[in-house]
C-alpha cells in the first residue's frame, strides 16, 4: 500500500511545540522543580495507598475527597475546587470551556509558554500584550490589549516565570476591573504562589470572574506526580466537569495529593529554606558582571553583561551545569534563568558562572 501521511490542522502544523532541552548533566537548574525530595512518610503514605486501591476499578470520577481537602487548605467550597493532571490540564481545560475558535486569550510577555501554546492549540486566537522595558506589567497596556481584544480569558502569572516578579493586590485588582468590565475572565497562574507574599486566593468569590491556578509540580516537590488545581467560582467548575474527559485524574493521584496535604508544614519548610536560598544567590549574582530581576520564586533570571547567553548558556553545560537558555524568548535578549536548588548545586552553579564571567 502507498504511504500517505495525513495533514495535521493548518494552524497545529506550522506550531513548533514546547520545548525544555533535557541533557544529562549532574547539576539541573533548567525546570523550576524542587531541588528537595518529599518527606519519606509522604512516600509511604502513597505506597500504601497503592496496596488499597481497588484496581479494577474506575476513580472518583469528582476526585471529591482531594477537592474537599484543598478546599478546607483555602477556606473555600469544594464546588470552588477542579483538580486535574497538572495545572497545564487545568489550563488545557479552561481553553477549551472559556477560549477556543472565536475567541482570543491575552497574555502579556514575556511569561510562561503554555499559556498560548494551549490557547492556540485550543484554536483560540492569542494576543501578545508587552511589558514595560523592566519587564514589570504595563497597566496601560493591559487596558488597551483587553478594550480593544476584548478577550474572553486574561492571563496574569505571579510570581511570572521566567521574569520571578510579583504583581501587587493593586495590580490584580485594577485588571480584574477591566477584566470584568468586559464579560471576560482573569486566571492568575500561581504556580509559585507560595514563594510570594500574597496570593490572589483572597479575590476569589462567587460574583468575581477570577480563578487562580496551582500546581503540586513545584512547592510540593511532586513534578513527577503531574497534580495541579485551581479555584474560582463554582459556575466556572460546574462548566469545567463538562469538559474535562471522564476519571481523568487517576486513584494512585488522588491519594498521592491526599497524602501530600497531611505534609503542609514540610512544604512550608522548603519554601522557606528555597527562599533564603534564593537570597544568597542573589547577593552571589549581584556580585558577578549579571543584571538581574527581583525575584519572589524559586528561580532567578539573569542577564550577563559581559558575554552573550547562548556561550554562557554552553559553557555551563560544559561544567555540567544546566540552566535555561531564555535569550530568544520575547523580550528577554540575552537572558539565563536559573532554578534554586541545593547549596552544593547552586554553589556548583556560581562557581561555574564565575570562572565564565570573571
Ligand atoms: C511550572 C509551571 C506550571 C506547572 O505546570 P504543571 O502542569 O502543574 O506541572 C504552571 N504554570 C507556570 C507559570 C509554571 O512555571
Redesign the pocket.
Given at each position: 500500500m502507498t504511504v500517505r501521511r495525513v495533514e495535521a490542522r493548518e494552524d497545529i502544523a506550522i506550531m513548533s511545540g514546547y520545548h525544555s532541552p533535557q541533557v544529562d548533566v549532574e547539576v539541573r537548574l533548567n525546570t523550576?522543580e524542587s531541588p528537595l525530595a518529599p518527606p519519606a512518610g509522604f512516600v509511604d503514605a502513597v505506597a500504601s495507598a497503592a496496596r488499597d486501591i481497588q484496581w479494577h476499578r474506575y476513580p472518583d470520577r469528582l476526585a471529591s475527597e482531594l477537592r474537599t481537602r484543598l478546599a478546607d487548605l483555602h477556606g473555600v467550597e469544594p464546588s470552588q475546587v477542579f483538580v486535574a493532571n497538572?495545572?497545564?490540564?487545568v489550563l488545557q481545560t479552561l481553553t477549551l470551556a472559556y477560549g477556543g475558535p472565536g475567541r482570543s486569550v491575552a497574555v502579556f510577555e514575556p511569561t510562561?509558554a503554555?499559556h498560548s501554546q494551549i490557547a492556540r492549540v485550543a484554536g483560540s486566537e492569542v494576543i501578545q500584550g508587552a511589558r514595560g522595558e523592566d519587564l514589570s506589567l504595563d497597566l496601560g497596556e493591559v487596558g488597551s490589549v483587553v478594550s480593544t481584544a476584548r478577550p474572553s480569558i486574561t492571563y496574569l502569572?505571579s510570581p511570572n516565570?521566567p521574569t520571578g516578579m510579583v504583581e501587587t493586590p493593586e495590580t490584580v485588582k485594577t485588571v480584574l476591573e477591566m477584566v470584568a468590565d468586559i464579560g471576560g475572565l482573569l486566571v492568575v497562574?500561581e504556580?509559585?504562589g507560595q514563594f510570594a507574599p500574597w496570593s490572589a486566593l483572597e479575590l476569589i468569590s462567587e460574583d468575581t470572574p477570577l480563578v487562580v491556578t496551582r500546581?503540586f509540580?513545584?512547592t510540593w516537590s511532586m513534578?513527577a506526580a503531574?497534580l495541579?488545581y485551581l479555584i474560582g467560582p463554582s459556575w466556572l467548575v460546574a462548566e469545567l466537569d463538562k469538559v474535562v474527559l471522564p476519571y481523568h485524574l487517576d486513584s494512585l493521584k488522588q491519594a498521592a495529593g491526599l497524602a501530600a496535604l497531611d505534609f503542609v508544614g514540610d512544604m512550608e519548610n522548603r519554601v522557606s529554606i528555597l527562599n533564603e536560598e534564593r537570597g544568597r544567590l542573589d547577593v552571589a549574582l549581584h556580585e558577578l558582571p549579571c543584571e538581574l530581576w527581583p525575584s519572589s520564586a524559586n528561580f532567578i533570571l539573569f542577564r550577563p553583561l559581559n558575554k552573550d547567553a547562548d556561550t554562557v548558556w554552553k559553557e555551563l553545560v560544559e561544567r555540567s551545569v544546566l540552566v535555561r537558555n531564555c535569550s530568544g524568548w520575547p523580550g528577554l535578549e540575552g537572558c539565563l534563568r536559573v532554578t534554586i536548588g541545593t547549596t552544593q548545586e547552586d554553589d556548583r552553579f556560581l562557581a561555574a558562572l564565575r570562572e565564565i564571567l570573571v
Open positions: 523550576n497538572g495545572s497545564n490540564e510562561y503554555m502569572c516565570n497562574d504556580a509559585y500546581t509540580s513545584k513534578a503531574r495541579g
